[in-house]
């Protein structure tokens, strides 16, 4: 079963006006998109961002942005710095790839010392 966490890359409070109640309040977050699995953690290269008004608590789609937050918004995509997309073993993935090496070594070393005999 993989399990997806949003990792936030960068928060700023922008002013801009929210075009739903004209505050100047609001908040532009950008996520990365990691996996997590029993045998590896993967980071990916999705970026996704949010902003949302910190007033009337809505998030403001890019539908409804005007020509400010749009400045705003590709300034701060520029200041991001993601990670870059990899694997992550996790312990359980090297025990299950080394266990019949182990195993098998362990046989030939019994097999060679003459305590069993195939």
Not at 16 to 43: A, I, V
Request: glycine share 2%; with cysteine.
């Amino acid at each position: 079963m993989v399990k997806e966490k949003l990792v936030v890359l960068k928060e700023a409070e922008i002013t801009n006006n929210c075009p739903e109640c004209f505050n100047q309040d609001m908040k532009l977050t950008f996520y990365q998109k990691h996996l997590f699995q029993t045998l590896y953690h993967r980071t990916t290269a999705t970026i996704t961002h949010q902003i949302k008004c910190n007033k009337c608590k809505k998030i403001i789609y890019p539908v409804n942005w005007t020509e400010d937050i749009e400045r705003v918004f590709e300034y701060y995509q520029k200041m991001i710095n993601p990670e870059k997309a990899s694997i992550k073993f996790t312990p359980l993935f090297y025990m299950l790839i080394l266990s019949p090496f182990l195993i098998a070594g362990i046989v030939y070393y019994l097999y060679q010392s003459g305590i069993i005999s195939i």
